[in-house]
């Protein structure tokens, strides 16, 4: 029987795409969010799955990827929502509980490092960026979380939160709000998996690192400058250790792992980094030390 069979998960944010071919990239060389891969891959497990955003156009095209992939139209529910209003929110769950009859798993995917409205940077960036980095990234998983948690009481079910190696413990003033929700999330998803697990509700979380998505895109970057940013980066062994770029599947395959309770079900409140080696990386390993003690 497929590992998701019989399920019912909302997945936030599925829609970015970024298309572009690389020789450091394994897959087939085109790329697309976290939220679409790991939509793509539960459907294809048996779920039945919610996919959600703002941009119909790519929703569509992630709602046609999970036909591509042989799942029955009946099994795919496509909203498109704001995820940082209420009325958003609402309409993901009511739709999901109208359609399916109850919620299995929530991952919290949509989060973006949102650009300076003003164009400054790092920490100089304006409290307007603040306030939308943190409504994205912190606010709206609290608000969907707190409406999904009487169903997902029900069901016993499974939250799996995205968050990224930006949260800590390293400094990272060139994304100073979007690291700092993150974190926020980090200590949210630990709060929580120990509030929820009385209610049967594991929680666990994601911490991606350098992954091909519409993410850099989304940062304000041109599509070919943040196509260089992720080829370079994969051939530096400081940055990438792996010496690949993370694909979205690679953390869909971490998602999914983490939201089966047939093979997670003791693991509680952790932060599963999917990185390359990317955060074990200190200055020191930086340098020729064989150069520098000549
Ligand atoms: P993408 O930009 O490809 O996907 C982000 C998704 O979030 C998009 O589908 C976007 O859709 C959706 N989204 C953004 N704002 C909203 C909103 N207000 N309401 C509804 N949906 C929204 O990036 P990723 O796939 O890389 O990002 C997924 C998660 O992974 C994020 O939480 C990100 O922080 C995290 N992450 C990513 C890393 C990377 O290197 N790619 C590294 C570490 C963490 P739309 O704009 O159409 O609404």
Redesign the pocket.
Known sequence: MSRFAGKVAII???????NFVLSCIRSSGSS??????AAVLFAREGAKVTI????TE??EETRQQILAAGVPEGNVNSIV?????DA?QDQILKSTLEKFGKLDILV???????PDSQGKTGVSQGLDTYDATL???MR?VIALTQKAVPHLTETKGEIVN?????SGIRATPEFSY?SIA?AALDQYTRNTAIALIEHGIRVNS?????????????MGMPEQVADKFYSVMATKKECVPAGVM?Q?ND?AEAIAFLADRKTSSYIIGHQLVV?GGSSLIMGLHCQDFAALLK
């Open positions: 936030t944010g599925e829609l970015k795409k970024n697309n969010g976290i939220g679409r891969a959600t955003g703002r941009n790519r929703l929502a704001d995820v940082t209003t958003g919290n995917n949509a989060g973006a490092a949102i409504n994205l990234n709206s995205i968050s990224s190696i930006a979007y993150k994601i911490s991606p690192g350098l992954v091909a998505t519409g993410f850099g895109s989304a993370g979205p953390i990185d």
